[in-house]
Every structure is written in structure tokens, then in C-alpha cells.
């Protein structure tokens, strides 16, 4: 991704910095007191898709994000395709 694309992951907000054929690295809003959940639907408003991955690493970036790799679940793999064309 040349610039961060912003969407939602559940009720957070995040960023998506990279992207590969199978996974995302994404910069996640942290909630006071809450972790990362073990997988996330992004929602892409832009497009009009949704994306279910999964949290393979996360480090805390500072008090207001994480930044997390995860795996595009295998049921969310046909949209994935289809959107990082667009991206």
C-alpha cells in the first residue's frame, strides 16, 4: 500500500500498512485495559468488503495503537483477492 487505508476492525479503528497475497500488517487502536483480540473483521467501507484474519504477532507502537501482523482466514480468501486489486 503506498499510504495507510483506514478501517475498522470490530469497533476499533486501525490502519492497514502492508499487505501480501495472504496477510495484513495493521496498526490497531488500543482500548484502555483491553488486548488484541485473536482475530478481527476488518471492514473496508470504501469497498464494500469484509475480511476475516487472524493475529499471528502484536506488539503494543505506543499508548494509542498496536501493530499486529495476521493471516487472512481461508473463508475470507476469495474477497481478499479481489480487493487487493483495488487497494
Not at 475480511?51 to 493471516?71: Q, Y
Not at 487472512?72 to 483477492?81: K, T
Amino acid at each position: 500500500v503506498t499510504a495507510p487505508v483506514s478501517v475498522s476492525a470490530g469497533l476499533l479503528a486501525a490502519r492497514l500498512v502492508d499487505v501480501s497475497n495472504k496477510g495484513v500488517k495493521l496498526e490497531v487502536e488500543r482500548v484502555t485495559g483491553g488486548e488484541l483480540p485473536a482475530s478481527l473483521t476488518l471492514r473496508f467501507a470504501d469497498h464494500n468488503a469484509q475480511i476475516r484474519v487472524d493475529v499471528i504477532w502484536k506488539r503494543a507502537k505506543n499508548e494509542t495503537f498496536w501493530v499486529c501482523g495476521a493471516l487472512v482466514a481461508p473463508d475470507s480468501e476469495p474477497q481478499w483477492r479481489a480487493l487487493l486489486n483495488t487497494l
